[in-house]
């Protein structure tokens, strides 16, 4: 099945440490997002790549940077890892992109990273 | 500030009866409307969406509702089932290229 893949599921890293966050997809769709959703809370766009085209939310810490060295694949780099960054974080692609948001965003099982 | 708002965090409903879940928003300039479904452990799935020049849209046993002039949608599941226990989230797009606005989830059991 045409899936998004998610690795890891589940990450402990200690405060400062650098951490890499990995998604890959089988869809060969043109655009590749990462969400932060914290405890109960909305899922939080962070930045997305529209083919190569990277695109970055005005309120994404500078501490948080992307990469996607292909069509399938794309990482989240955190740099320095503070408490605050414990969150679930989560990829979804889609087509393309749409004004509309009319291009419906399909998701991994997301990375759930705990920062101690 | 928060654009889009699910206000009731959990809804409980009896198996076969109707569940109804609610967003609310506040950006005029949305103009696309998604909701999702997410079962523990996994990502959230896409379920169904309208575009705000209809006021309804239906698929299978999920109808969503818009009212434009309220800012205001609703899912509408008929008959509700202990399958469709999950959190639900209403997105809207519109305002940039790719942006979903999210809302916190609600919390949907249904009893057998």
């Known amino acids: 099945d045409a899936m998004v893949i998610q ?42 790549y529209y083919d190569k085209d990277f695109n970055n939310e ?32 989560l990829c979804a692609t889609s087509r393309d992109r749409g004004r509309g948001g009319n291009q ?8 759930r990273l705990s920062i101690l | ?13 009896q198996e076969g009866r109707i569940s109804i879940l609610n967003c609310d928003y506040t950006n005029s300039m949305f103009d696309y409307f998604l909701w999702y479904k997410k079962y523990p452990a996994e990502g959230p799935t896409f379920l169904i969406s309208i575009s705000s020049i209809k006021d309804k849209n239906e698929d299978g046993r999920f109808t969503v509702f818009l009212n434009k002039s309220a800012k205001h949608l609703s ?38």
Do not use: E
């Open chain 1, 58 to 89: 005005a309120d994404t810490p500078d501490n948080f940077q992307s990469r996607r060295p292909n069509t399938s694949f794309c990482f989240l780099d955190i740099r320095s890892p503070g408490l605050g960054d414990t969150a679930m974080y």
């Open chain 1, 104 to 111: 419906p965003q399909h998701f991994g099982d997301g990375t």
């Open chain 2, 75 to 112: 899912l509408h599941i008929v008959p509700s089932q202990p399958g469709d226990s999950a959190v639900y989230f209403c997105a809207a797009g519109g305002t940039s290229y790719g942006k979903l606005t999210f809302g916190q989830g609600t919390i949907l059991t249904v009893h057998p």
């Open chain 2, 1 to 13: 500030d928060q654009q889009v708002k699910q206000n009731s965090p959990s809804l409980s409903v």
């Open chain 1, 7 to 48: 690795n890891p599921r589940y990450q402990v890293t200690q405060f400062g440490k650098p951490v890499t966050l990995s998604c890959s997809q089988t869809l060969n769709h043109n655009v590749m997002y990462w969400y932060q959703q914290k405890s109960s809370q909305a899922p939080k766009l962070l930045f997305h």
